[in-house]
């Protein structure tokens, strides 16, 4: 079955842990994209990628990075400097220059 | 101003009602995406529009290009369709998104 996986479904964080959220995709979709969603706000982009080893910032980059060695594979981390990073964060993939984008089961991370 | 807005916020149906939900948005958003998630998480894309109207189902969208302005209707509405509803715009290759509608449809 083709689709988009992340791993895992619920994430405990220490406060000053780094931790790094997975997310592959089968579809052979140039693009990728991390999304955070808090209660009562739209989802807001994180960082996005179009082509292997190429990323671009997003509206709220500050605190996360991104890696993308592999077309399938565009794992988040949650850095220390992430100063609220309790939220649920979904990931989705495209075609590149298709308007529909394919979207994740989600990671709810938890900061203890 | 976010440039999609969305109303209402949370909507309480009783099953067999018709339902609308509205969304707003600015200029330069090439499309308009409607997106449904259920209470555990993940997103589900129900219509891509950039003009005219779809239907699939219960479920129709149209949009007006001149107003900006496009709405999810949802007829003869079941308790499954509780989810939010969440309207999306393309810049691009990037989506801005509503804050989503809360819909709640009871027995």
């Known amino acids: 079955d083709g689709g988009i996986t992340q791993s895992p479904k619920y994430l405990f964080r220490k406060e000053g842990q780094n931790v790094t959220l997975s997310c592959e995709q089968n579809?052979?979709?140039?693009?990728m994209y991390w999304y955070r969603q808090d209660p009562g706000q739209g989802l807001r982009l994180i960082y996005y990628s179009q082509i292997v080893n190429d990323f671009q910032k997003g509206d709220i980059a500050e605190g996360y990075s991104v890696s993308r060695e592999k077309k399938e594979s565009f794992p988040l981390t949650v850095t220390s400097a992430q100063k609220n990073p309790t939220a649920f964060y979904l990931c989705a993939s495209s075609i590149f220059g298709e308007e529909t984008q394919y979207f994740g089961p989600g990671t709810r991370l938890l900061v203890l | 101003k976010n440039e999609v807005e969305q109303s209402p916020q949370n909507l309480t149906a009783q099953e067999g009602e018709f339902i609308t939900i509205n969304c707003s948005y600015s200029v330069g958003i090439s499309a308009l995406h409607w997106l449904q998630q259920h209470p555990g998480g993940g997103i589900v894309s129900l219509f891509m529009l950039s003009s005219g109207k779809k239907k699939h189902g219960r479920l129709i969208a149209t949009i007006n290009i001149q107003e900006k302005h496009s709405s999810l209707h949802i007829t003869a509405s079941h308790p499954r369709d509780s989810a939010v509803y969440i309207c999306?715009?393309?810049?691009?290759?990037?989506?801005?998104f509503g804050e989503g509608t809360q819909l709640t449809v009871n027995p």
């Open positions: 999306a715009g393309n810049r691009g290759s990037r989506l801005t």
């Open positions: 579809l052979n979709h140039d693009a």
